[in-house]
């Protein structure tokens, strides 16, 4: 069983910076895929970043050039930084690990843009 313990969130103001991290811990493997999604009132969860045990990165096009996701694989942990926040990225951020066909979920962090 994993666990996901995700921390960082809060309210910024446009533009300002706020940094992710999502611990996991029990039977965790080197070949897995750690990840952030988000979830907007009235929306569908959606990826926002990804990153493979080997390094491989994927981002949302929306969030590109102003997010970074990032991992430290001897502490179990990934970081998603995120620099230039809009409001419209306000939403409950989710850290996500999949280790082959297990798939798991933080308890998700609020991030508030506003002014």
């Known amino acids: 069983q994993v666990q996901l313990v995700e921390s960082g969130g809060g309210l910024v103001q446009p533009g300002g910076s706020l940094r992710l991290s999502c611990a996991a811990s029990?039977?965790?493997?080197?070949?897995?895929?750690m990840g952030w999604y988000r979830q907007a009132p009235g929306k569908q969860r959606e990826l926002v970043a990804t990153i493979t045990g080997g390094g491989r990165v994927n981002y949302l096009d929306s969030v590109k050039g102003r997010f970074t996701i990032s991992r430290e694989n001897t502490k179990n942990t990934a970081y998603l930084q995120m620099n230039s926040l809009k409001p419209e990225d306000t939403a409950v951020y989710y850290c996500n690990l999949v280790i082959g066909s297990l798939d798991s979920w933080g308890q998700g962090t609020q991030v508030t843009v506003s002014s």
């Open positions: 029990g039977n965790i493997f080197s070949i897995n895929t």
